[in-house]
């Protein structure tokens, strides 16, 4: 074969060989030399072990090459560094031969294959990063976990706690609230007038503080999960005349007006009565609440746009709400910020004890407001048919 | 006095990312690069320490095998395990899988070596507050498989030395 031919090879592919005897003393040497060792041309005549560090610790392999028991020895992605970069080589040690088929020492191949290798190393790096960032995203998913269930479980002490606090606060507060009407009526005998409005401001508070705990106690049992609703069909435009009649003392104490607007023949609702009662309750009393003397409170039973759903709307001409609180009023303990609506009293559990009873149910609440021209809030029930 | 020097071949076996290459950067060069550079294939190094044995101080070249931890090398693992004397085995005490996963290397290694020297590193103790290995885990490990173990931290040097020197006195003695 033309030797410019094989020079041609050896530089294209990168590959060097270096022939040795069988006391592995390096002979002669072809090829790309430089990547045998730095300086080849001082290396013939030396041992190969001393050229090849990766040889080393290795001799048994060598040796069962010359002894025949073995057909070569092969190393792969050997890395050197070689003026601070790494270059990446195949070894392999074979059986040299002379003509009658003897073996007279080794060959050692060596192949420069950096630019392989470079690539190698880039997939294998990127392949590990992402494989720790996965590792780590795991690790964080199990203790974001863990953290939850103890938030739950935290929560869930509160909740007991606040529910067990609130019942225990209900009890007195029924005896109190007895003995108070019995003294109204006059049962323990006559009463100045003095005494009456100091008794009709007692009873007021005692029946705020009714309110309270119900809401912390409705607020507990929603959150523990432990609310059970009894679906059946409901007329809901009587449960809404209803309501509305129980608040007309107080809206004609503060000389509000009230209007209730109801489709005829309204199909009845799939509800839960004691609780589609507190959400429309808590709607009106709302209402009441925030709008100033004078205003009006308008409230509305009419089918929904979307079929299969009525939709209750309560409207009032209050203080309005703005588009930050919109996004909060059916939050827990939401109070706003604004001086007009601080001066009402609650517990900001109203709309969320509303809300979540509305989702309880399969319906859905929302609100359209401008601040200093009133709200409406809108409920959507589902229909029972 | 010292005798002459003897070459023995140790390599070092674990999953990618446990600090092997750090370990020899740190016993051979004393450096540390907190920056991963993944390794592919093998690299070999040299460092000569002196040990005391039987009455006499030996020059003991060790001859690194810092070996690819990466899944698609276990292939090529065993041709780079041949003639191996001894092996440091590393796990990284911030990712315990990486302690049992020492198991398939161990298998490896006593195939192809069977009377090779094993030590366990437990690296990156500098870590303290991302460990996830107690040193109870890790001797358990070490009292199960019959190796010798350290905690060490590449980057700080702690235990780092010592593993090597163990290694060595173990080959040694064994020898």
């Known amino acids: 074969m033309d030797r410019s031919l094989i020079q041609f090879v050896w530089r294209a592919r990168q590959i060097a060989v270096a022939l040795t005897d069988r006391n592995l003393i390096i002979r002669e040497a072809y090829g790309q030399t430089e990547i045998l060792a730095e300086e080849m041309k001082s290396c013939l005549g030396c041992p190969l072990l001393d050229v090849v560090p990766e040889l080393l610790g290795n001799q048994r392999e060598l040796e069962d090459i010359l002894s025949g028991r073995s057909s070569g020895y092969r190393l792969d992605y050997v890395n050197r560094e070689v003026e601070g970069r790494t270059r990446y080589l195949t070894i392999e040690d074979l059986p040299y031969r002379d003509e009658r088929g003897e073996i007279v020492g080794i060959a050692h191949l060596v192949q420069d294959i950096t630019s392989q290798g470079e690539l190698e190393q880039q997939i294998t790096q990127n392949r590990n990063q992402l494989i720790l960032l996965q590792e780590q995203i795991k690790r964080q998913n199990l203790e974001l976990i863990a953290a939850n269930a103890e938030l739950r479980r935290l929560s869930e002490l509160k909740s007991d706690f606040i529910a067990l606090a609130a019942h225990d606060l209900r009890t007195p507060l029924t005896s109190i609230n007895g003995y108070l009407e019995m003294l109204l009526d006059g049962q323990m005998g006559p009463l100045t007038q003095e005494e009456v409005e100091a008794l009709n401001n007692i009873q007021r508070s005692s029946l705020r503080l009714v309110s309270l705990t119900d809401e912390l106690l409705n607020a507990a049992r929603l959150e523990a999960g432990r609310l059970d609703l009894v679906l059946k069909p409901v007329d809901l435009a009587s449960l809404v005349q209803a309501v509305t009649d129980e608040y007309t003392g107080q809206i004609h104490s503060k000389r509000q007006r009230l209007d209730v607007e109801m489709d005829a023949h309204i199909p009845p609702a799939l509800c839960d009565e004691k609780w589609a009662k507190v959400i429309v309750s808590n709607l009106v009393s709302n209402a009441v609440k925030f709008t100033p003397e004078s205003g009006q409170i308008t409230v509305r039973l009419r089918m929904a746009e979307q079929t299969g759903f009525l939709l209750l709307s309560v409207a009032d001409t209050g203080i309005g709400i703005s588009g930050q609180d919109q996004e909060l009023i059916f939050s827990r303990w939401f109070r706003s910020k604004n001086p007009s609506s601080m001066k009402a009293q609650g517990a900001g559990l109203g709309l969320y004890i509303t809300r979540s009873l509305v989702e309880l149910h399969g319906g859905e609440i929302w609100v359209e407001s401008q601040p200093g021209k009133g709200s409406v809030l809108f409920v959507k029930f589902p229909l029972a048919t | ?175």
């Open chain 2, 1 to 175: 006095m010292t005798n002459a020097t003897v070459n023995r071949k140790v390599c070092l076996l674990g999953d990618f990312a446990v600090g092997k290459t750090s370990m020899v950067r740190r016993f051979i060069y004393e450096r540390f690069d907190d920056k991963y550079l993944s390794t592919i294939g093998v690299k070999v190094s040299r460092k000569t320490i002196v040990v005391s044995h039987q009455t006499q101080l030996i020059n003991l070249s060790l001859i690194l095998w810092d070996l690819a931890g990466s899944e698609e090398f276990d292939q090529l693992r065993s041709s780079y395990l041949r003639g191996a004397s001894g092996a440091v085995l590393v796990c990284d005490l911030t990712r315990p899988e990486t302690l049992p996963n020492l198991s398939t290397y161990l298998n490896d290694l006593r195939r192809v070596s069977p009377s090779a020297q094993v030590i366990l590193a437990a690296n990156k103790a500098d870590l303290a507050a991302e460990q996830r290995l107690t040193s109870a885990e890790i001797e358990a490990y070490a009292v199960d498989h019959k190796v010798p173990f350290h905690l060490t931290s590449a980057k700080t040097g702690e235990g780092v030395e010592n593993i090597f020197r163990q290694l060595g006195q173990l080959i040694l003695i064994r020898q």
